[in-house]
């Protein structure tokens, strides 16, 4: 399977991506060599095998118990802040003045 610079262009524009043209040109490359790999991959006979999350049969994750605990606290949560008021962080403005 194939894919143009235009698609590769079209991919970037959705991911916010700024490419210059010689990136372009490169990840179409690398995109069409996953694209050829997932075709080769697709052709894989692959009934009777069940689904499954991972590799590793009977994984299980690791967790600590939920139990409350008290917080640090809005002074000493903001004690080593550069800037604050009132007990909060004070930030610089975002977006437009006005």
């Known amino acids: 399977m194939s894919i143009t610079s235009e698609q ?58 939920d139990a409350s605990r008290p917080g640090l606290g809005a002074e000493l949560a903001v004690a080593n802040a550069p800037e604050q008021a009132d007990g909060y962080f004070r930030v610089p403005r975002m977006g437009k003045e006005g």
């Open 8 to 65: 590769t262009e079209h991919v970037a524009k959705l991911a916010r991506l700024a490419l210059a043209p010689e990136e372009i040109a490169l990840y179409t490359r690398q995109l069409a060599q996953i694209l050829a790999h997932m075709h080769v991959l697709s052709q894989v006979d692959v009934n009777g095998v069940e689904p499954t999350l991972h590799v590793i049969p009977d994984l299980a994750n690791v967790t600590r118990p």
